[in-house]
């Protein structure tokens, strides 16, 4: 069966804690994206992965961080850094990462971060 | 640079009723166009997608979305609500010329109710 898992479904922690929330996917796709999602807005991109070992920044990178140690993998860290990371939190990955690549994205089920 | 808007928060329709959820994009090359949906506390699955040739593309669901270069606009129809079509709608763009990759910047979204 495939697609994109994201877990946990919901999670919660103290302010000043770092978290990481997962991502995986298993229809081998090259590129894979984090956005954050807040309520009654669009999506916003936090960063993005056209291949292993390489990702850029997205228009909102302050505060976050990522790896792609695998093609299959993008873990996303929340850091104490970012000032308001109560949100919901959307992984997703496509076909093509360059070029007049084509292709649409593929989202995972999302994870909502609440931090108090 | 590339962007998009969805000039309505919300639209409301009848069961039954054609509808329609505006969108209009800015880019400076030739646009990638596409339609994602979202149901509350889900990921985004995608609709359907304008790449070229004919202006009017068909999709999941019974949707459809007409493209049309001079307005900018690439507008999501349906003949007949259905109740179960409520939902979350977002529209998202990638510029042809654009290097960054299998960038899609996406719209605010706009809220579809559909009264019984």
């Known amino acids: 069966d495939g697609g994109i898992t994201q877990s946990p479904k919901y999670l919660f922690r103290k302010e000043g804690q770092n978290v990481t929330l997962s991502c995986e996917q298993n229809?081998?796709?090259?590129?894979m994206y984090w956005y954050r999602q807040d309520p009654g807005q669009g999506l916003r991109l936090i960063y993005y992965s056209q291949i292993v070992n390489d990702f850029q920044k997205g228009d909102i990178a302050e505060g976050y961080s990522v790896s792609r140690e695998k093609k299959e993998s993008f873990p996303l860290t929340v850091t104490s850094a970012q000032k308001n990371p109560t949100a919901f939190y959307l992984c997703?990955?496509?076909?093509?990462?360059?070029?007049?690549?084509?292709?649409?994205?593929?989202f995972g089920p999302g994870t909502r971060l609440t931090v108090t | 640079a590339q962007s998009v808007a969805q000039p309505e928060d919300q639209v409301n329709v009848a069961e039954g009723n054609p509808l329609t959820v505006k969108c209009t994009y800015s880019?400076?090359?030739?646009?990638?166009l596409f339609w994602y949906v979202q149901y509350p506390n889900r990921g985004l699955q995608f609709l359907l997608k304008?790449?070229?040739?004919?202006?009017l593309v068909k999709g999941s669901y019974g949707f459809e979305a007409e493209f049309n270069k001079s307005q900018t606009s690439f507008h999501l129809k349906k003949p007949s609500a259905l109740v179960s079509d409520s939902a979350l709608y977002f529209c998202?763009?990638?510029?042809?010329?654009?290097?960054?990759?299998?960038?899609?910047?996406f719209g605010g979204g706009t809220r579809l109710m559909v009264k019984p």
């Open positions: 304008y790449i070229t040739g004919d202006n």
């Open positions: 229809l081998n796709h090259d590129a």
């Open positions: 998202a763009v990638r510029d042809i010329e654009s290097n960054a990759g299998n960038m899609l910047t």
């Open positions: 997703a990955s496509s076909i093509g990462g360059s070029g007049r690549a084509t292709y649409e994205q593929y």
């Open positions: 880019v400076s090359g030739n646009p990638y």
